[in-house]
């Protein structure tokens, strides 16, 4: 049966074998090495689960980012203020109704935000400006009347500009006491509505990027030693702060201090000694460097100190147990604001950066010493153009969920929150407007400053609801059979065709000279008669067949080669060698109870696979190809039609490379052909007849958008109904690519408008199938918005993505189950209930595992739900296709077999997908085995009579020469016996 979802059993089977340890300093070097043998595929599927109870969801914004207003009501300028003074368009200082408003319709358990220190204290020490202290009282007021708890940061990077000036900022020591100071004055006015506070926000971008290298506010280059000072001193302001809540606040106010440190990820160039050393050392000199001191011991790490030697300041043994311990939770920042950013390049050790937030999770965990961790900020960024369709920062935000989720179900970490950056669009400091991060999209150039929920406050506010990401019923395995005479079969492209004969074929008849030269010796004149071609002369049949039967298949698909056939294009040279080799494989395979299903044509990259003539005269696009292919039709028909059943006459047409010519002669080509069988064979071969369409699965990207599922409407109409509407719908192409078509033939002033069939066309396509055939391997999802331009299809309209939480083959194929089910009900409900068979279906693997476990994971869950499909939806399935039969084709890793030094190796998905056809699917814990009666043999010979009659001709044929060779041999020797004498 298919995997069950990662949860229950599994959940705590990964758990228990990655037990992290007790964290302590240099433990979390064994966070890549873990990583790297975890369960495969299991590990990486979506996990569908929900949070503990109790887990908090949040979102943030930062008082520089979206306040706004800084000259009003007496507040006072701050660094960014200096830098940049467009900053805060999104004007929440005049607007905290609007903002709390959109964090109740969020449902958020709590809402982060800073306290401007410029805004409270205009020059940086008291007193207060009361206009600030209403402003700060009201959000807090307003936060607690929905239930929402606030997180409060007192610094988030935007220092008093006075006391830049005064002091030259966070590089005097005596920002440490004013920070304090301000600190009491808010923990004063607001603490008692505040339960978690974080003192600063990503002290490294304060000391590296304000300090160091200028980057960002107050814009200082001081080098590395000012930012390796600053942050000395933010470390003793922070702890100054904390020790004052603990001291005088916390007995009465009951709350949580802790500071926000940002990090990236990073991994080994290669998975070394040596390169994980530096993976480790890129993490303490990034987030250690606040790290270490705060939540182990006092002090720098090891790897800091002893690389920069004199340049890092040293704490006293006083100061060391002053700052240790200073924090009670791990508050930590993952995400756009450092990662792929602003992590100094001298601080990665020439490894490489990975968005991984649940091996940062695990790092931090076994680091130190299994802290409770708060995630205060997480997020991406999109184009600042993309306004309320953002697909790309949903598709962050899962996967950071996701990653979040995994953390805690499957290594073991305590994560108590998550917070979602942001809550609105705002300034993003060095990048200023250009990018967006907002749940709501904020109009910047309006006069009301409205907040429109984005996609991503939509998705946000379900996950929210849901605790996390719930198992679906429909994705639950299903438990049955499918009938009796279900098709179970294996596809390859072509067959591998060697016409090397391995019987003896001369003619001749020779003497064996055994006085004289001891060789034998051709009697002129004489030989034996010529013997026709057999089957059994092809040892390369022999082995395919058994390599076949050995599968238990019933049914197995391959296309003809037009061009091997009629080299030509047409009859005037026809290769019967091979013609002759196709008609032995398909009466082998029938012999052996495997029915055959062969395509006419299979498009490829030589010459759109047509003979070389017909491909260099316009191929599909010229319209005498359509009576070409009916003579190459009639002519397989004529010497193949006795021993095939099922046809194809085109294998997955590649719609979106044909024009619009090449279609509607491609159209007339299958209905001629259709027709041809219809009327001239199939009374005597009893045969049936169609076309097979490639059909993956288009899902909208945000399924509650009309406009996205209206493009995943039109993507499948282009891709499946524009072939498959005339054969099998009402005679025409679908009026949904007919109206896309004129409307952008319109606006782009060039005719891209389909042509229109006469009636006597219509009725000659209409109907031309007998069953509905269909190639399925993915999903893919689609959206209405253009903020890729490479990626947009200006035609459609539509916009091809990704979803980053699918899991991917190695050639980046996502693996998604549930859409098989969904073409069949799409297919179902389009063009009613004709038989369906899945004639390919499949997926590469690594093709240098020993165990090709994605392949079993795939087959699993995709026939899976072609058993729902058949069983609960009630869908006309008759068989399904495995993609493919070896390594040694086209079909490159999605074999069955590897082929390796001239022999064929079964892999484990092969020994897999047998035992599902012996068992006929997925039989539930109580169900009976199916009762399905082998079929009647009423010509037991028959299925053995053409090879012993081979066998017999090649039998006389060898007695025939022996006596023939006896007779000369003995004739001779009587005639040298008498010259002798």
């Not at 010529?530 to 022999?542: E, G, N, S, T």
């Not at 299925?943 to 007695?959: D, E, M, N, V, Y």
């Amino acid at each position: 049966m298919p995997p069950p979802a990662p949860s229950g059993l599994l959940l705590l089977l990964l758990a228990l074998s990655c037990r992290p340890l007790l964290g302590e300093p240099g433990e979390g070097a064994g966070t890549w090495s873990r990583f790297q043998h975890l369960p495969y595929p299991d590990d990486q599927l979506f996990l569908h689960d929900t949070f503990p109870e109790g887990f908090l969801w949040g979102a943030g914004s930062a008082a520089p980012q979206v306040e706004g207003a800084w000259g009003q009501d007496g507040g006072g300028p701050s660094v960014w203020d200096a830098l940049s003074p467009r900053r805060g368009a999104a004007d929440s200082y005049g607007r905290p109704e609007r903002d709390l408003e959109a964090v109740g319709r969020l449902g958020l358990s709590h809402y982060r935000f800073s306290l401007a220190w410029a805004r409270l204290l205009p020059n940086g020490t008291a007193p207060a400006n009361p206009a600030a202290v209403r402003y700060y009282a009201r959000l807090l007021s307003g936060l607690r009347q929905r239930g929402v708890r606030p997180v409060v940061t007192l610094y988030h990077r935007d220092l008093p500009q006075r006391l830049q000036e005064l002091y030259g900022g966070w590089q005097h020591p005596a920002l440490g006491e004013l920070f304090r100071d301000y600190a009491r004055l808010c923990f004063g006015l607001f603490g008692a509505h505040v339960r978690h506070w974080l003192t600063m926000d990503s002290p490294y971008l304060v000391a590296w990027h304000g300090y160091a290298t200028g980057r960002l506010a107050p814009g200082v280059r001081g080098g590395r030693r000012a930012g390796y000072r600053v942050a000395h001193h933010l470390l003793q302001a922070h702890a100054k702060v904390w020790h004052l809540y603990n001291d005088e606040f916390r007995p009465t106010q009951k709350g949580q201090v802790s500071i926000a440190l940002s990090s990236h990820w990073i991994k080994p160039q290669q998975m070394i000694k040596s390169d994980i050393k530096e993976c480790q050392k890129s993490l303490d000199f990034v987030l250690g460097w606040f790290a270490k001191p705060i939540f182990i011991d006092g002090d720098y790490p090891q790897s800091m100190k002893t690389n920069l030697s004199s340049m890092l300041p040293e704490f006293t043994e006083a100061e060391k147990k002053f700052i240790r311990g200073t924090a009670d939770f791990f508050a930590l920042s993952f995400g756009a604001t450092l990662s792929f950013h602003l992590v100094d390049s001298d601080m990665k050790f020439q490894q490489p950066e990975l968005l991984s937030l649940r091996q940062l999770l695990y790092w931090i965990s076994q680091e130190y010493n299994k802290p409770q961790i708060f995630i205060v900020e997480s997020s991406w960024f999109v184009s600042g153009n993309i306004k309320t369709d953002d697909f790309t920062y949903v598709n962050y935000l899962k996967y950071l969920i996701t990653d979040t989720l995994k953390a805690i179900r499957y290594d073991g970490v305590t994560v108590i929150g998550y917070t979602a950056w942001s809550l609105m669009d705002g300034f993003e400091w060095l990048r200023g407007y250009s990018i967006r991060r907002g749940l709501f999209y904020v109009d910047f150039h309006s006069q009301d400053k409205k907040l429109m929920a984005k996609s991503s406050a939509l998705f946000y506010q379900k996950v929210i609801k849901d605790n996390g990401f719930p198992a679906v019923p429909e994705n639950e395995p299903l438990g049955g059979t499918f009938p009796c005479n279900f098709a179970w079969g294996v596809t390859d492209i072509s067959l591998q065709i060697d016409t090397t004969q391995t019987q003896f074929l001369d003619p001749n008849v020779y003497v064996w000279d055994v006085h004289k030269t001891k060789k034998l010796i051709k009697v002129d004149g004489v030989g034996a008669p010529k013997r026709k071609p057999h089957c059994v002369d092809f040892a390369a049949i022999r082995l395919q067949i058994s390599l076949l039967q050995e599968m238990h298949i019933t049914h197995f698909h391959f296309s003809l080669i037009w061009p091997w056939i009629l080299p030509l294009g047409n009859e005037t040279f026809v290769n019967h060698t091979v013609l002759f080799y196709y008609q032995c494989f398909v009466s082998e395979l029938n012999r052996v109870n495997i029915t055959p299903v062969v395509a006419l044509w299979q498009p490829k990259v030589e010459n759109e696979g047509l003979p070389l003539s017909l491909a260099q005269h316009g191929g599909w696009e010229n319209p005498q190809i359509v009576q070409a292919f009916v003579a190459y039709a009639r002519l397989c028909f004529k010497k193949l039609g006795q021993h095939i059943k099922f046809w194809i006459t085109m294998n997955e047409p590649e719609v979106e490379k044909l024009t619009r010519k090449a279609v509607r002669n491609l159209l007339m080509a299958h209905a001629e052909g259709w027709h041809l069988y219809d009327k001239k064979f199939r009374k005597t071969q009893k045969g049936k007849i169609s076309i097979a369409f490639h059909a993956d699965w288009v899902e909208p990207a945000f399924p509650f958008l009309k406009n996205d599922e209206n493009a995943a409407a039109r993507v499948l109409e282009f891709d499946i109904g524009r072939l498959a509407e005339p054969i099998f719908g009402k005679s025409d192409y679908p009026d949904v690519t007919r109206q896309q078509l004129h409307q952008r033939s319109t606006l782009v002033s060039h005719d891209l408008q389909l042509p229109y069939f006469s009636e006597q066309e219509k009725k000659q396509i209409r109907g031309t199938f007998d069953f509905f055939a269909l190639s399925h391997y993915t999903t893919v999802l689609v959206n209405s918005e253009n903020d890729n331009p490479k990626a947009y299809d200006y035609h459609l309209q539509v916009q091809r993505l990704n979803d980053i939480t699918w899991l991917r083959s190695p050639r980046r194929t996502p693996v998604v189950p549930w859409g098989l089910r969904k073409i069949l009900n799409w297919v179902k409900n389009k063009y009613g209930d004709a038989p369906i068979y899945i004639i390919a279906s499949g997926i590469d693997d690594d093709p240098n595992a020993v165990e090709d476990k994605l392949r079993i994971y795939y087959l699993e869950n995709y026939i899976n739900e072609a058993l729902k499909a058949y069983a609960l939806d009630n869908i006309n399935l008759r068989g399904y296709f495995v993609y493919s039969f070896t390594d040694r084709s086209e079909s490159r890793s999605y074999g069955f077999y590897r082929y390796v030094a001239n022999q064929y190796e079964p892999k484990p998905s092969m020994l897999h997908y047998r035992q599902i056809i012996d068992n006929n699917t997925f039989p539930g814990p109580e169900a009976s085995d199916p009762l399905c009666p082998e079929e009647l043999v009423l010509c037991p010979e028959c299925g053995t009579r053409q090879p012993r009659r081979s066998l017999l001709a090649f039998i006389a044929f060898i007695l025939f020469s022996f006596v023939v060779t006896v007779f000369l041999i003995a004739n001779n020797s009587r005639r040298i016996n008498r010259r002798s004498k």
